[in-house]
């Protein structure tokens, strides 16, 4: 082969890692590190294994293409040491950009690696040279088996390309879970628990006699090759189990037999025949593989992506989907140029070129219209970019090396019709055309609606006229900037406006900006860019990104725009306006409950409805729409959740990309537009800052409570709303630099004024936030505090777990911690049997070892998912495929037997001591528990009242339980986690995190006494190979966690946990821990002693300020508190009762 196609491929191939390092292309600003501070090494940085593999991958092609491409001009060695210098000035180059863009992070070992990985490719290609002892191995293994001839190769590469697609994401681990995941689909349809999949079964087939008759076709003859295929091809499946997220299935190895009995027969058709049979069998592969249905309760149409790549850049699992729609049309290419007399090669690949484009992008169109499918135009792309490198190697075959093709030399038996292909032809578009029908027939669901007896929101239409009395006729109608707004921001941060002024280069530049500029400063932009791009935006994903800037545009520069230009904006309001309408009511069926709602169509609605309202008669239907959805569905689930005290349901980083930006948002355009002003009227809202403040640990990171991944994420309305409150303590937790506005599309000014860090230790030492029922509490408001949580309340359906009753303790470090990661994947087996569940959350568990129902299947042909029975609570919300949120809170309410998980029955909370008294016995049974349906569960537990209290003046922590199985042979586990492996002496035991030189983390211990029941067996579980140990089985997903949790070093998921058994069989138990937590090294000084007498029981601790004597009256949520000051101290004795 000449040089010049692998240097153009390598050219091509280096466009592309440009355009996947800077993805996406926008969003830059200036850097805020040194351009080469990502030079400098940081010992002890943990690495990711499956990012250092991909980004050795990444480069390995693109050191083989230069090696290939300079070699004949250069020598090997010169070549190779090119191809280095060149793939390394690349990657330093693409390094120091990415410190330009927030999202990308310089680093050293992407540069090492990158560097590696283009050794590597150079040299696979400097020992494949025939003249290398390797090279001339596999030149000689090659000639024996294969023609010698460029189609030859590109088959061969064909074949690996689909090998490397079923291997993918080709990090492996030995590790005894791993393997079993990857033996899990096997074992258990041979023993009956999945069913077989026919239709995986077929795709197998299909792909497999596809690939073995492309490789007969290019063998030599009289060779045996059919075994080589079949033996090459065995390997690859096998080599799927230790890799990790691939599995082995029956399907794989019942196709390969499939196959292993009908290529033989295949193999006597003529040539020609053959290659039609292959070319239609692996069409037909990826045409079913593209229409079958994806059957799961909650996935929803996705809108058509154009931006190419955007789905496969995130993880090294992307690269498997880039091999899957490689390698059909690689081998496509390969078969026509077979098949084809050499006349009509070109005009062949032509027209094959525009089929295989008209082809993928009907399919991938066609999934729009699929649930659960991703239509991306990437997928449009590689096919036809796989088609044109194949066909173009193979028209470039060296003229004396090109064999005679299938149309040249098809002498094989017959004349007429026979020898022309045509019942081959036939056969193979009959089978084409069944698996078409097949696949267009099997059932779709119709999962937009959710459960069949969950509600909609009503039609615009459906609902009555609104009045807005005081509705702002005039524009701008949403937020604006003020004339004093404007001269503050010339005087203290003019760098600011005049990166606006720059980004919008004249009319030219960013929307946002081009729109702020031309406001502030009317005639200094050129608007008829503007207003071309507006006319020209369509609609797409859920149509935020679209319609905010139209409804911005069009109210802030209302009057700068002609009559028809504003008519013609107005139409396309109306249109965003209805495209919105139907995504939140009809497509999405967003729920006031989940942070997509938030995420941010709702805002969007908001500001066409308020921008287009009066303005055009069709923006009445939408603006009862908006009112309606806003009034009468948001609002009262915002009263629901927050309470009086504030606060939200989902975790982690979920409140700063949902609620999070609309808490502050969605009010203010209200006010803007109305004068209706929530902020005086709502109690939750100035309660949502305080919620933000309590979160906060002594370390500055937030509390771990439902799925979270990140805990420092910044919450978008936290500044202006703290602004509108006057909330120091919250605006401090981050105050910014310089002066900016806080809120899209305008918020108030920050103000230095707010900017206290002692403004938090004013806060009360503890609060219940009564929507949640999640209390928190703290000794003081230092980094050296004690910090405790406790949990029990309703269940709101999105990203929160089934962990009511639940605590956690922190003091110089995670104690007892809530366990788990959110992660690898949402719904991968760790999430879902560990972190999701009871199991891992300082609770109680009864377990009932007939409560083994799996879960519903989550798409159609699919089997129940089998879900560990970890004896926790009833399995409700996001996650599990039982149906869609709620809507709003009547359906919330319609619903509530399922929903109401417990209560504060009993909440005091005074200068010295917190006491919650709860009912959690909802969490694990309702009117619905008892057949042991998968949600609902056996009926396992009658009661468990759970009394928590917190002295913060001796730091001691008291854990009361009250509760009663349905059978007394159902066993009861009390639950404590930690991350570091606890000591048991008897009924004590303690457990320490080691000191960080970071804020907060001074190190800690946690003691415990476990007073009843009497004589418990207190055990340890965890440790390698049991760290996520439930129901028999540690969930870790092979070394994938660890892989996740380097990544996130502050996800603290644990790796043990104490468990407090009864040893005798009962109907009813009691159980009593003291928590004691101190600094690392340092016991506690308290004496406990357990109190049972006169039909009451209780614990006496005397502590380094006084001793409290606590009873309890088992049977009722009744309970007193004697305190007794010790001799140095002031005060009289004192009695709580409750």
């Known amino acids: 082969m000449r040089a010049k196609p692998f240097l153009t491929l390598a050219a091509t191939y280096g466009l592309l890692i440009v355009y996947g390092s800077l993805f996406p292309l926008d969003r830059w600003q200036n850097a805020e590190v040194p351009l080469l501070d990502f030079l400098r090494p940081e010992f002890g940085q943990r690495l990711i294994f499956t990012d250092l593999v991909l980004n050795v991958l990444v480069y390995m092609p693109l050191g083989l293409l230069l090696v290939m491409g300079l070699r004949r001009f250069l020598g090997i060695l010169n070549a190779l040491l090119v191809a280095v210098l060149m793939g390394g000035a690349l990657s330093f180059t693409l390094e120091v950009l990415q410190n330009y863009i927030p999202v990308r992070v310089s680093s050293l070992s992407d540069l090492l690696t990158n560097l590696i990985g283009t050794v590597l490719g150079g040299m696979l290609a400097a020992i494949l040279q025939p003249d290398m002892p390797l090279g001339r191995w596999l030149w000689e293994w090659r000639r024996y088996w294969f023609r010698p001839d460029v189609l030859s190769s590109l088959g061969l590469i064909a074949f690996g390309l689909w090998s490397l697609s079923q291997l993918s994401p080709l990090a492996p681990s030995l590790g005894v879970g791993n393997l079993y995941h990857g033996l899990t689909p096997l074992l258990q349809t041979l023993a009956g628990q999945m069913p077989f999949d026919a239709l995986a079964a077929l795709r197998y087939i299909l792909n497999l006699t596809g690939l073995g008759l492309l490789v007969t076709a290019i063998s030599r003859p009289g060779v045996p090759v059919l075994r080589v295929f079949l033996a090459s091809a065995f390997i690859v499946l096998l080599l799927k189990v230790p890799v990790v997220s691939r599995q082995l299935s029956l399907e794989a190895l019942v196709g390969l037999a499939s196959v292993a009995l009908l290529l033989p027969l295949l193999r006597t058709l003529p040539p020609r025949h ?128 090109s064999p005679p093709t299938f149309a040249e030399t098809d002498t094989r038996g017959g004349t007429g019709m026979w020898r022309s292909g045509l019942p081959a032809t036939i056969l193979g578009i009959a089978i084409l055309g069944t698996i078409l029908i097949v696949a267009v027939r099997l059932p779709t669901p119709n999962i937009q609606h959710g459960r069949t007896d969950a509600p909609w929101l009503p039609a615009p239409e459906a609902l009555p006229a609104i009045a807005l009395p005081d509705f702002r006729i005039v524009h701008p109608r949403l937020p604006a900037p003020t004339p004093p707004e404007i001269r503050r921001l010339e005087t203290e941060n003019p760098r600011w406006l005049r990166q606006h002024r720059s980004r919008a280069r004249g009319g030219q530049g960013a929307p946002d900006s081009v729109i702020l500029i031309a406001y502030i400063e009317p005639g200094s932009q050129d608007l008829h860019p503007l207003y071309e791009r507006l006319l020209a935006t369509k609609m797409s994903w859920r149509g935020h990104q679209q319609a905010k800037p139209l409804a911005l545009a069009y109210d802030w520069l209302y009057d700068q725009w002609t009559e028809t230009q504003r008519e013609a904006l107005r139409d396309k309001l109306v249109e965003a306006g209805d495209y919105l309408i139907h995504r939140i009511r009809e497509q999405d069926r967003l729920s006031a409950y989940n942070v997509y709602l938030y995420n941010s169509p709702f805002q969007a609605l908001m500001a066409v409805s308020l921008a287009l309202y009066q303005d055009d008669p069709r923006g009445e239907p939408i603006m009862r729409f908006t009112h309606d959805l806003w009034k009468n569905r948001v609002l009262p689930v915002w009263r629901q959740i927050m309470g009086e005290q504030g606060g939200w349901h989902e975790g982690g980083e979920y409140v700063g990309i949902g609620i999070g930006q609309a808490v502050y948002q969605v009010p203010a355009l209200w006010r803007a537009a109305t004068g209706e002003d929530l902020f005086r009227t709502e109690p939750g809202l100035r309660g949502f800052l305080d919620f933000l403040v ?189 149906g869609p949120a709620p809507v709003d809170l009547a359906e919330w309410q319609a619903n509530r037997e399922i929903y109401h998980t417990g209560k504060i029955v009993k909440a005091t909370i005074r200068d010295d001591l917190l006491v919650m008294v709860a009912d959690v016995t909802p969490a694990y049974t309702n009117l619905y528990s008892g057949p042991g349906e998968f949600s609902h569960r056996t009926r396992r537990v009658e009661r468990f009242w759970r009394t928590f209290i917190y002295d913060r003046t001796d730091d ?151 001793t409290t004597r606590w009873r309890f009256e088992p049977g009722t949520l009744n309970g007193q508190v004697q305190i007794l000051p010790d001799a140095l101290s002031v005060g009289s004795e004192e009695r709580l009762t409750w």
């Open 274 to 401: 053959r290659t039609v049979m292959a070319a239609i069998a692996i069409l037909g592969g990826f045409i079913l593989s593209a229409l079958l249905a994806v059957d799961d309760p909650e996935a929803l149409p996705r809108s058509f992506n154009w931006i190419p790549f955007q789905g496969y850049l995130p993880n090294i699992k992307g690269l498997a989907g880039i091999l899957e729609n490689l390698w059909p049309f690689f081998a496509l290419a390969i078969l026509v140029k077979l098949a084809t007399p050499p006349r009509l090669v070109r005009p062949s690949l032509w027209l094959g070129g525009g089929l295989v484009a008209a082809l993928t992008f009907s399919l991938e169109w066609h999934q729009q219209f699929q649930p659960g499918r991703y239509p991306d135009i990437t997928d449009v792309l590689l096919p036809l970019a796989a088609w044109t490198i194949a066909g173009w190697f193979a028209t470039r075959d060296p003229a004396d090396a």
């Open 694 to 882: 309590y979160r906060t640990r002594p370390d500055g990171k937030h509390f771990r409570w439902g799925d979270a991944g990140f805990f420092n994420r910044e919450v978008p309305d936290r500044l202006p709303l703290a602004i509108e409150y006057g909330h120091a303590a919250a605006y401090s937790l981050n105050p910014p630099k310089h002066l900016v506005p806080t809120a899209w599309p305008w918020g108030p000014s920050s103000d230095d004024a707010l900017d206290d860090s002692t403004a938090s230790a004013r806060l009360p030492w503890a609060k219940l936030f009564d929507g949640l029922g999640l209390t928190v509490a703290r000794s003081d408001w230092t980094p050296n505090a004690t910090y405790v949580t406790f949990k029990v309340g309703d269940n709101y359906w999105s990203h929160s777990h089934l962990d009511q009753g639940a605590f956690t303790v922190y003091r110089g470090g995670a104690l007892a911690i809530d366990s788990g990661l959110y992660g690898p994947g949402y719904g991968t087996d760790h999430h879902m049997n560990y972190t999701y569940q009871t199991i891992a959350h300082n609770t109680l568990t009864v377990t009932d070892p007939e409560d083994t129902a799996p879960a519903p299947p989550r798409r159609k042909g699919d089997p129940p998912r089998p879900i560990a029975n970890d004896g926790g609570q009833r399995r409700i919300g996001s996650g599990w495929g039982l």
């Open 956 to 1106: 001691a922590i008291i854990v009361f339980d009250q509760v009663t199985a349905t059978r007394a042979d159902f066993l009861k586990r009390w639950l404590l986690h930690s991350q570091n492996v606890p000591r048991i002496t008897g009924n004590r035991f303690e457990l320490e995190v080691p000191a960080q030189d970071r804020q907060g983390r001074q190190g800690g211990r946690l003691t415990g006494y476990v007073l009843l029941p009497r004589n418990a067996y207190v055990q340890t579980i965890g440790g390698p190979g049991f760290e996520f140990f439930v129901d028999g089985r540690n969930y870790d997903e092979g070394s994938v966690v660890a892989e996740h949790l380097a990544r996130k070093p502050d996800a603290e998921p644990g790796a043990w946990r104490i468990e407090v058994i009864p040893v005798n069989d009962a109907l009813a138990h009691q159980f009593l821990v003291v928590l004691l937590p101190t600094d690392q090294g340092t016991p506690p000084s308290h004496q406990v002693q357990l109190f049972e007498a006169d039909g009451r029981i209780g614990v006496d601790i005397s502590g380094p300020q006084r």
